[in-house]
């Protein structure tokens, strides 16, 4: 298998294990503003999207949100994550093989950029991303729309077409898919079914990831 130009990766569900800690403050905001839903609920519907996306669905249900909610909200993830965020079970190993076989990597996230930063510090992998780090802020457009690893390919220095996607949701698959990268759709919050629709190839495991893009082959 010919190694990709660059890989390009999620953050949310593919290296940080955020997304049930998103969640659950995102829940208690909304109970405490009339639309009771579980941190359960509030991740399988808003699963992937950025905040901007998020919004209107949000205010659709609750009404108009003060002033200055989508700050402390952000403020309230991002302390949590800073006490609590563990990486996806797997994926620093995954990443490092990446890195070591001389392959360019980029992480492109729906989340804010100062939630973002918060979390790749927190998993030690900062450096390891450089510059090429890339928020929905980034961007004209959020997930599902291209534009974020379009950006991403071309800070690698590599055609979309000659680099590999590694998501978890339906809305950035649909993104990497709709950039012409080839996407691998990791099935840990999404029905791989759901993947696979899109055109993304799933795997189950992170110990897959090297041997799926044509590096060693991780049997643990």
Do not use: H
């Not at 639309?35 to 205010?59: D, K, Y």
């Amino acid at each position: 298998m010919t190694l990709p130009k660059a890989v390009l990766f999620d953050c949310d569900g593919v290296l940080a294990d955020s997304e049930g800690l998103a969640s659950r403050v995102v829940a208690e905001e909304l109970t405490v503003r009339g639309w009771r839903i579980s941190s359960a609920e509030c991740q399988e519907l808003f699963l992937g999207m950025s905040i901007t996306t998020m919004l209107p669905v949000i205010e659709a249900r609750v009404g108009p949100l003060p002033a200055g909610w989508v700050r402390d909200v952000a403020d309230r993830i991002g302390r949590m994550v800073e006490e609590m965020l563990e990486p996806i079970p797997g994926a620093p190993a995954a990443l490092a093989a990446v890195v070591a076989a001389g392959v360019p990597v980029a992480v492109a996230s729906n989340s804010t950029a100062a939630e973002l930063r918060v979390k790749l510090a927190r998993l030690g992998m900062t450096a390891i991303f450089g510059p090429r780090v890339f928020s929905f802020e980034d961007v004209a457009r959020p997930k599902p729309a291209p534009d974020i690893y379009l950006a991403a390919a071309a800070a690698c220095g590599a055609a979309p077409g000659d680099c590999v996607v590694v998501e978890d949701s339906l809305l950035g698959a649909r993104a990497g898919i709709a950039a012409g990268c080839r996407v691998l759709g990791f099935a840990r919050e999404t029905d791989a079914r759901v993947l696979a629709a899109v055109g993304a190839r799933t795997f189950t495991r992170m110990a897959e990831l090297p041997g799926l893009l044509g590096l060693r082959e991780d049997k643990a």
